[in-house]
């Protein structure tokens, strides 16, 4: 029966994964078990959403700000998927992170920008996931050096990682610029060019940093054929814990993907 079961989702992991474009959307953070359901069920109730994102440990740049809810957030995230299909992805930076995040039967694994900068958690992540059968999702370093972008993927790969997709969230910069995070296009184009095989998702909120121009930059990904876009959403975006300024509501996601237009 439990084989079946496990089956059947990682049947569904694998249908989601596959599909172009490919639609993760969800908060920023898991704040409190009403917000992870109500978010994940509207979204669900869109149809336009293929795998669910939320931050349960958060790496923030100074201390000070919610850290994310911790381990804690993980049943919740189990109870969205029980009632919605849908599959659920976490940030995860740390061997003790891989393993829980495993321990509560996450689908989907993604490195973040502030841990691909760094090739010891990079390889702390990656010696965690050997054996294991788990899609991983590999953030750009914050800054612009796409050799540790690649080296990142190559340490996952290595570790025996079949499933293997990067994430475009823009780069750092000095200085107040219209993004959060410089896009540098060509550096996402080069990428994609030398991982052949490798789909590449934009992130919108990250490289916008604010509402009003997530739809231009997604725009932007899909005129450049990436391969799908990640986009936080939450059921009150201006109260959000971690990076209010940025998040939409289930509803204003499926309007603005429904006004992109699409390659295909
Ligand atoms: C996030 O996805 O919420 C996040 C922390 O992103 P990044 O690693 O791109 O800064
Ligand atoms: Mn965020």
Redesign the pocket.
Request: hydrophobic letters at 10%.
């Given at each position: 029966m439990e084989a079946t079961e496990t089956k059947s989702a990682k049947e569904i992991v694998q249908a989601a994964w596959n599909k172009r474009p490919l639609i993760i959307s969800g908060p920023?953070?898991a704040e409190t078990e009403t917000q992870v359901i109500e978010t994940v069920t509207r979204l669900a109730k869109t149809g336009k959403v293929d795998i669910v994102?939320a931050?349960i440990w958060?790496?923030r740049t100074r201390p000070g700000s919610f850290e994310g809810i911790g381990t804690k957030g993980l049943p919740w995230l189990q109870q969205a998927r029980k009632l919605t299909g849908l599959p659920m992805a976490v940030?995860v930076a740390t061997a003790k992170q891989v393993e829980d995040a495993l321990h509560f039967d996450i689908d989907v694994l993604w490195i973040?920008?502030?841990t691909t900068v760094n090739p010891f958690s990079v390889q702390e992540v990656a010696d965690a996931l050997r054996g294991v059968d788990v899609p991983v999702l590999i953030?750009n370093p914050?800054n612009p050096d796409i050799e540790l972008w690649t080296g990142a993927v190559e340490r996952v790969a290595k570790a025996g990682i079949k499933q293997i997709g990067l994430i475009h969230?823009g780069f750092s910069s000095y200085g107040n610029t219209e993004y959060r995070n410089a896009p540098m296009w060509h550096l996402a184009i080069e990428m994609k060019r030398r991982s052949p095989g490798l789909m590449m998702i934009n992130?919108p909120s990250?490289i916008s940093g604010r509402r009003d121009i997530l739809l231009d930059v997604a725009q932007k990904a899909i005129d450049l054929d990436m391969d799908g876009l990640i986009i936080?959403s939450h059921i009150d975006p201006d109260h959000a814990w971690?990076?209010a300024k940025q998040q939409i509501t289930p509803e204003r996601l499926a309007e603005m993907l429904d006004s992109i237009k699409w390659r295909h």
């Open positions: 920023c953070s994102r931050g958060k790496p940030e973040g920008a502030r953030k914050i969230r992130d990250h936080e971690s990076d």
